[in-house]
């Protein structure tokens, strides 16, 4: 007799009936109905154009690189439609920038986040970039939603430098999170309804920093030009793929496995702790665009 799937409801069923029980010895196996894993969606687009110079962005390739990778993210085809899904014309957004001084968020990226916000009918008067003055700027203190943006670097305190660091200024005394390697510095997502507030994360890939010594250390030899942009609404995420290719920089330029000092704890720990994302390489969906040469990924 050919044997047939029954589901976990037919085990139930018939388990609770004596006369019956007999039969799950003759040739039936249980069938698992299990709910398919989400998976998060990270996407990484690279343009062999991205830069004029050294740590010039061309301004109009990297306009097209935001445009095509959330697009990509959201599902639109127009990045104007795709916008509209982060902001509604009544919204007060600010644009978390970083404007430490050798590897900045850049105007150029600045100004094309800018420029798909007011296309989708925000206001200028309503829209703010801003560092270190969040807590004192009155878009920030008002806003309803929060992109978060700065390039990806290694980091004294916390191994790397990205989405999840970079709200930090949002908190009064940010030394106060750079204890155990800033193990917890996802708490700060939700002291200040950040997780909420924050609908797109870009972690710029341009020219990352993969190495350095010292608080904040900092030399040309140890930045490479990856032209590449990471976007994701889940920070923990983008910033899971942008420590696997900070890492894969390490090994190929010194030669052997060097991990960074000190690790990037806080991005498992976002997730595995607080719950603010995803770090679980299996769970997240990356998607690559653009130029594929020393990808990394």
């Given at each position: 007799?050919?044997?047939?799937?029954?589901?976990?409801?037919?085990?139930?069923?018939?388990?609770?009936?004596?006369?019956?029980?007999?039969?799950?010895?003759?040739?039936?196996?249980?069938?698992?109905?299990?709910?398919?894993?989400?998976?998060?969606?990270?996407?990484?687009?690279?343009?062999?154009?991205?830069?004029?110079?050294?740590?010039?962005?061309?301004?109009?390739?990297?306009?097209?690189?935001?445009?095509?990778?959330?697009?990509?993210?959201?599902?639109?085809?127009?990045?104007?439609?795709?916008?509209?899904?982060?902001?509604?014309?009544?919204?007060?957004?600010?644009?978390?920038?970083?404007?430490?001084?050798?590897?900045?968020?850049?105007?150029?990226?600045?100004?094309?986040?800018?420029?798909?916000?007011?296309?989708?009918?925000?206001?200028?008067?309503?829209?703010?970039?801003?560092?270190?003055?969040?807590?004192?700027?009155?878009?920030?203190?008002?806003?309803?939603?929060?992109?978060?943006?700065?390039?990806a670097r290694t980091h004294h305190w916390?191994?790397?430098?990205?989405?999840?660091?970079?709200?930090?200024?949002?908190?009064?005394?940010?030394?106060?999170?750079?204890?155990?390697?800033?193990?917890?510095?996802?708490?700060?997502?939700?002291?200040?309804?950040?997780?909420?507030?924050?609908?797109?994360?870009?972690?710029?890939?341009?020219?990352?920093?993969?190495?350095?010594?010292?608080?904040?250390?900092?030399?040309?030899?140890?930045?490479?030009?990856?032209?590449?942009?990471?976007?994701?609404?889940?920070?923990?995420?983008?910033?899971?793929?942008?420590?696997?290719?900070?890492?894969?920089?390490?090994?190929?330029?010194?030669?052997?496995?060097?991990?960074?000092?000190?690790?990037?704890?806080?991005?498992?720990?976002?997730?595995?702790?607080?719950?603010?994302?995803?770090?679980?390489?299996?769970?997240?969906?990356?998607?690559?665009?653009?130029?594929?040469?020393?990808?990394?990924?």
């Open positions: 007799m050919k044997k047939r799937a029954i589901t976990r409801r037919d085990f139930l069923r018939v388990a609770a009936m004596s006369p019956f029980a007999g039969a799950f010895a003759y040739g039936y196996r249980i069938q698992e109905k299990k709910e398919p894993t989400r998976r998060v969606k990270v996407v990484l687009i690279r343009d062999k154009n991205a830069l004029i110079s050294f740590k010039k962005p061309n301004p109009d390739v990297v306009q097209k690189m935001l445009d095509d990778s959330i697009t990509t993210l959201l599902g639109e085809a127009d990045p104007i439609n795709a916008w509209k899904k982060l902001v509604k014309p009544s919204d007060i957004v600010g644009i978390k920038s970083n404007v430490w001084r050798p590897i900045p968020t850049t105007s150029e990226v600045e100004q094309a986040l800018k420029a798909r916000i007011m296309n989708a009918g925000v206001a200028e008067e309503n829209i703010g970039i801003d560092d270190r003055g969040v807590r004192r700027n009155p878009i920030f203190k008002n806003a309803t939603v929060i992109i978060n943006a700065r390039p916390s191994g790397m430098g990205g989405c999840i660091k970079n709200p930090i200024m949002f908190v009064p005394w940010p030394p106060a999170y750079h204890g155990d390697s800033c193990a917890d510095l996802a708490t700060l997502w939700y002291k200040h309804n950040l997780k909420e507030r924050t609908k797109l994360n870009v972690l710029l890939m341009l020219n990352p920093q993969f190495h350095g010594i010292g608080p904040h250390n900092y030399s040309d030899k140890y930045v490479w030009e990856y032209k590449g942009i990471l976007v994701s609404q889940d920070p923990v995420a983008v910033d899971a793929i942008g420590v696997r290719i900070l890492q894969a920089k390490r090994r190929e330029y010194f030669g052997e496995e060097r991990p960074l000092q000190p690790p990037a704890k806080h991005v498992y720990l976002a997730d595995t702790r607080h719950n603010l994302g995803v770090s679980d390489l299996d769970k997240i969906e990356l998607i690559k665009l653009g130029w594929k040469a020393g990808i990394l990924i």
